[in-house]
């Protein structure tokens, strides 16, 4: 079992740039995919980003693809996602969330393992 927490979040304007970080307590966190979701308020929960479980491997949104770049550093139990040019429609809360299935999957109900989620603003 894995314990996920997010953070990084907060307010940016669009244009800017921010980094969550989602740190993992596993003792085999290569044993994991990892991928980030967002949820804006009224809207279901959509698929963001994935990445392999040795990072070699990665997915994105169409919404974001060019903009938001996910990596991790296992030595250090953690995933990244650098957000840049980021713009009002970003604004969520995001989650980071784990699966030991090995294909990358895009959809929520393939992640057992969920945060908390850190709340994005942009403000436009």
């Known amino acids: 079992q894995v314990q996920l927490a997010e953070s990084g979040g907060g307010l940016a304007q669009a244009g800017g740039s921010l980094r969550l970080s989602c740190a993992a307590s596993?003792?085999?966190?290569?044993?994991?995919?990892v991928a980030w979701f967002r949820q804006a308020p009224g809207n279901e929960r959509e698929f963001v980003a994935s990445i392999s479980r040795h990072g070699g491997t990665q997915y994105y949104a169409d919404s974001v693809k060019g903009r938001f770049t996910i990596s991790r550093n296992n030595t250090k139990n953690t995933v990244y996602l650098q957000m840049s040019a980021l713009k009002a429609d970003d604004t969520a809360v995001y989650y980071c969330?784990?699966?030991?299935?090995?294909?990358?999957?895009?959809?929520?109900?393939?992640?057992?393992?969920w945060g908390q989620g850190t709340q994005v603003t942009v403000s436009s």
């Open positions: 969330a784990a699966s030991t299935t090995s294909a990358i999957y895009r959809t929520a109900s393939h992640y057992a393992y």
């Open positions: 596993a003792r085999t966190f290569t044993s994991y995919v």
